[in-house]
């Protein structure tokens, strides 16, 4: 009943926020469900799980915006080096064996539930936050790598060389482990992840981000009513990103 | 037997190595304790009063930088003045866009005067971001990239730095 | 306290070696500065290969670190006179080995100015972790253990202390199989069989150093080792030689034996061209079968050179072994969707290529290097030449 009651004011001032939001933003700029905005002093909590939904059937081979939008994003360039260079996210084309049927998508860190990195992790620098998202805590990561080898996706990259480009946002530098944020300084101020912002300007809606503890939102609908899979779903690792399509 | 110069670089680079250990608290610093020595470097691009006073932040400041980097990473609590974001908006040296490119700028004048190795700006930039004020909210694919501005909500940022200034007010004596 | 282990005569020729080491180390310190100032990105190590051969040495010394210490527990713990007399030099190269490798380890960090968060911020869910502390209390288990050897005061501790030692090298090596055996995501991991494989690894690699060790202390100080030791020892050997074969036998029938596993399996075994090559010419050819060989030979085995050279043979296999599991367990890629054809800008789906540097090179022998400066420096000052009172025949 008292839950009810919260949708219904919930929803109200979402109307009123976006109403109000509406007359102030440019066009083609979209906020994320600001009735749920976390204010600015508070930790992020364990009432919401970011997750990510990527239907592979709207994910275009050649298409790279994704990958694009992240890089210029987070500050994550080639420096010609194509093994050591990181990639947070990636295009992956897959082919069935017997039937030859193909499939793009983009991969990149998962946001386990219980992820593989953070327990293998000697100084704690990997751990995940409380909303599901899995960082690395660069200020104590002593670049073992043994979370590259823990991590069942290769989601993970070493930072081989030194960079001094770094976005303001997003701090990286030589010595350490990184890999997909979930674009966090983003989703802290109640945007989506740079690479789902740009599936969507380019049309594709392939990416759909959001709060998987929310029955309401529009990925938990998704995923209550499409089938979807998550990536080695045998190791039962909870992946906060979901597939569909493959 | 063994060549002393290379074990003196190498000394110095355990040396140096240790150093930044000093500077990530893990011992309370103490190369800043003959106060005075070096106070009269100033470079203050904005605004006319620190978040804490100046005698205080000459000693202090990497534990209340600690402190925030913590609550930043792992709790996510964004937009604190006592950021280290928020130290550069303001103490950026308009000639070098840094506040640690050169000995002329704010971090690393103190720093190389007192010989204690920083190493923030190894994955921080130590560049302000693009000024906000009067900021157009639309913004093309390629400014952005340029500008290092990730916020396109001009509303959600304002919105952003109310909640902000309420809340590192109520953290204000957070760190002691 | 006897000086007799480096006689004053061979003085010059003592400091000689002792520079020579002393470059080495310091070849291996000036490689880890290099891959320090310029990054990982001047070695062969990518993000495809994660590992490479310095954790390939540093495996190595503390697997041999921990096996080292076997021939003193057989003598505290099992009380075997013969073991006993060894007992020192044991403890005295497991230290030693265990320091060499860590040091390999911990200048590999892309951050290796960290070593102080290493040791103070540790997750206790780690593996790794797990293994910073069982380090540090062998290196103190093992300090003590040499202390009751050496102080006739303490000899009548000499036999608990050994006991405890001996459970902590087993708990030791279990930790760094573990290391592996805890990884989910690749396939040559992620069985618990590593852990007792590692430790009867340990147990082989650790024995075939120490009568490498024992044959040079003797052959310096002109003395020679009594047969029936000799023979012992040999006879040991042997026996582990063969228990490793044993393991990698069920290892590969195992994965053999899954569908999952039999492209990873026929990648090793069959068409993954330098680790088909060192597993099958390095590990069980030069490795196993030669050293056995050798080892059962009834004129050969006799022969002090021909089980110094087995010994030799049996450290080849280990590092062999150890580039197949760690660099080839790597190089095939990982399956992250199973029955299909994977490709991508990342490697994804194929077999990923990794070619040593010389500074991993340098880093790695500078680990050997340590170890073998800590034990001469150590066999200078302190007496851990075997004392077979009761055994030897020459003087």
């Known amino acids: 009943m008292s839950n009810d009651v919260d949708n219904s004011r919930r929803k109200f001032i979402a109307a009123g926020v976006a109403g109000t939001a509406g007359l102030v933003l440019a066009p083609g700029v979209t906020l994320l469900d600001m009735a749920n905005a976390r204010p600015a002093g508070e930790a992020a909590s364990s009432t919401k799980r970011w997750g990510m939904l990527i239907d592979s059937t709207k994910c275009a081979t050649g298409c790279n915006d994704c990958v694009t939008a992240c890089g210029k994003e987070n500050g994550v360039a080639s420096t010609g080096h194509p093994e050591t260079d990181p990639q947070w996210i990636r295009k992956i084309e897959l082919k069935e064996v017997k039937s030859g049927k193909s499939h793009s998508l983009p991969m990149m860190c998962q946001h386990c539930a219980e992820p593989p990195c953070v327990d293998v992790c000697p100084t704690g620098a990997s751990f995940k936050r409380a909303d599901g998202i899995v960082l690395v805590d660069r200020h104590i990561c002593i670049g073992c790598r043994y979370c590259m080898m823990a991590c069942p996706y290769k989601a993970r990259s070493f930072v081989h060389e030194e960079h001094d480009d770094q976005n303001p946002d997003v701090p990286r530098g030589k010595g350490c482990v990184e890999s997909c944020t979930l674009c966090v300084h983003r989703v802290d101020k109640d945007m989506e992840p740079a690479c789902v912002e740009a599936c969507s300007a380019g049309n594709h809606g392939a990416m759909l981000f959001g709060d998987l503890n929310d029955a309401n939102s529009e990925i938990s609908k998704r995923i209550a009513t499409y089938a979807t899979t998550q990536v080695r779903a045998d190791l039962a690792l909870n992946t906060g990103v979901r597939y569909q399509g493959i | 037997m063994i060549n002393p110069a290379k074990r003196r670089s190498v000394l110095g680079w355990l040396a140096a190595a240790l150093s930044a250990l000093l500077l990530a608290g893990v011992m309370p610093a103490t190369a800043d304790d003959e106060h005075g020595a070096h106070s009269g470097h100033k470079l203050i691009a904005k605004g006319d009063k620190c978040v804490r006073d100046e005698d205080y932040m000459r000693r202090n400041h990497m534990k209340i930088l600690m402190h925030q980097r913590d609550e930043t990473m792992r709790k996510g609590i964004r937009g604190s003045q006592d950021s280290l974001k928020n130290c550069i908006e303001c103490h950026v040296n308009p000639k070098t866009n840094s506040v640690a490119s050169s000995k002329e700028d704010f971090c690393m004048g103190c720093h190389s005067y007192a010989a204690v190795k920083l190493d923030c700006f190894e994955c921080h930039s130590s560049k302000p971001k693009a000024p906000a004020v009067g900021m157009n909210p639309i913004v093309t694919p390629e400014q952005k990239s340029e500008g290092n501005d990730k916020q396109s909500s001009l509303s959600g940022k304002m919105r952003w730095q109310m909640q902000a200034k309420q809340a590192s007010l109520n953290m204000g004596e957070g760190v002691k | ?395």
């Open chain 3, 1 to 395: 306290m006897s000086n007799d282990v480096f006689r004053k005569s061979k003085d010059g020729a003592f400091y000689f070696v002792l520079g020579v080491i002393g470059l080495v180390v310091l070849a291996g310190l000036g490689a880890a500065f290099y891959m320090e100032h310029y990054g990982h990105v001047v070695t062969g190590m990518t993000n495809q290969i994660v590992w490479g051969l310095p954790h390939v040495f540093a495996i190595f010394l503390i697997v041999a670190a921990s096996g080292v210490l076997n021939v003193a527990s057989i003598g505290s713990v099992f009380g075997k006179p013969v073991y006993k007399a060894r007992g020192p030099l044991a403890g005295l190269l497991a230290i030693a080995m265990l320091a060499g490798g860590l040091m390999v380890l911990m200048l590999d960090l892309g951050r290796s100015d960290r070593l102080i968060i290493a040791m103070t911020y540790l997750n206790l869910k780690s593996v790794f972790a797990l293994n910073v502390f069982l380090y540090t209390v062998f290196f103190t288990v093992v300090a003590l253990y040499l202390w009751t050897m050496l102080d006739r005061k303490m000899h009548a501790y000499s036999k608990y202390v050994g006991f405890a030692a001996f459970i902590w090298r087993l708990a030791l090596t279990t930790g760094t199989g573990a290391i592996f055996g805890f990884l989910v995501a690749r396939q040559a991991y992620g069985t618990a069989l590593l852990a007792p494989m590692f430790i009867i690894m340990s147990f082989s690699f650790g024995l075939a150093v120490f009568m490498i060790v024992q044959a040079v202390m003797y052959s310096w100080n002109d003395r020679v080792l009594d047969e029936v030791i000799l023979h012992r020892l040999k006879n040991l050997l042997a026996t582990f030689v063969a228990a490793v074969l044993y393991f990698t036998v069920v290892y590969h029938m195992t994965n053999l034996y899954f569908a999952k596993q039999t492209a990873f399996e026929h990648f090793i075994l069959i068409d993954g061209g330098v680790y088909t090559n060192l597993f099958w010419f390095g590990q069980i050819l030069l490795g196993t079968l030669a050293p056995l060989a050798i080892l059962f030979h009834p004129g050969l085995s006799k022969r002090n050179g021909w089980i110094v050279t087995a010994s030799m043979l049996v450290i080849l296999g280990a590092f062999a072994q150890l580039y197949v599991l760690l660099i080839g367990g790597q190089a095939f890629p990982l399956s992250i969707f199973p029955s299909m054809v994977e490709s991508s800008s990342f490697f994804d789906g194929q077999i990923h290529t990794y070619s040593p540097s010389l500074p991993e090179f340098l880093l790695g022998m500078g680990g050997i290097a340590a170890a073998a400066l800590i034990t001469a420096i150590a066999a200078k000052v302190l007496n851990f030449m075997p004392d077979d009172k009761h055994h030897t025949v020459s003087h």
